[in-house]
């Protein structure tokens, strides 16, 4: 995975109301807003620095005698962030990986929860995960972007270790959003994102990936795509 790719704004977390007039929040309070600021990502291909006329000769490479040769041979096309496979054609295909690693740490980014610490958990509720395409000049079609949480330890996106909350719908190219946008959860996307924000003393990892495919007779794609995605949270002591 390349990190470079993909560059999203430094999460925090805001407070809302239920904060006591000195600033600290109230032992009494039932209910507090949470809201993480924007997290901003771009997916630009100048970072990959792909020669056009160097990825047909990789695509029009036959793997039909060795599937592996694909994986090998795929430096010859691109240097870092991509992966090469064989496809049904048994011809290679290049997979140009996006792949984030966001640290989040609730404590520090918001000194407020420092007053609750006695608190070994919050009751979470996630009100709303929304993204918007706010620029795109990329000449092909996104694939869908998954949104992953993870402890600090797991830094790449891996399903084994890391678990999906939600996945951004791909966006056709050239398309911007006319709004905010619901991301689509997966099943027990809301719950693992209440448990991880819930236990706000132990930091955790955000993760965003997906990989744009380049086939045979397909253009290397070019541009780039900005994109903010919005949590909003409440909880309860």
Request: proline residues 6%.
């Amino acid at each position: 995975m390349n990190y470079r790719y993909l560059r999203v704004a430094t999460l925090g977390l805001s407070l809302a109301g239920a904060i006591a007039g000195c600033g600290l929040i109230s032992s009494d309070v039932t209910d507090f807003d949470l809201k993480l600021p924007d997290k901003k990502f771009s997916i630009d291909t100048d970072g990959w620095q792909i020669d056009q006329s160097k990825a047909d000769v990789f695509l029009m490479q036959s793997c039909a005698s060795n599937p592996t040769v694909c994986s090998s041979a795929v430096q010859q096309a691109c240097t870092m962030g991509c992966s090469g496979t064989c496809n049904a054609s048994k011809t290679c295909d290049l997979s140009l990986d996006v792949s984030v690693v966001q640290p989040v740490n609730l404590l520090m980014e918001e000194p407020d929860l420092k007053t609750v610490s006695d608190q070994s958990v919050l009751k979470v509720a996630i009100d709303s995960v929304t993204y918007e395409v706010t620029a795109n000049s990329l000449n092909v079609d996104t694939p869908p972007v998954t949104v992953y949480v993870a402890p600090m330890s797991v830094v790449k996106v891996d399903p084994t270790s890391a678990k999906a909350i939600g996945t951004i719908p791909a966006v056709t190219a050239g398309k911007t959003t006319t709004g905010p946008q619901p991301i689509q959860f997966t099943a027990t996307g809301k719950t693992d994102l209440m448990n991880i924000m819930a236990t706000f003393k132990t930091p955790f990892n955000i993760l965003v990936g997906t990989s744009l495919v380049v086939t045979e007779g397909t253009p290397v794609p070019t541009g780039r795509l900005d994109s903010v995605v919005h949590i909003i949270a409440h909880a309860g002591l």
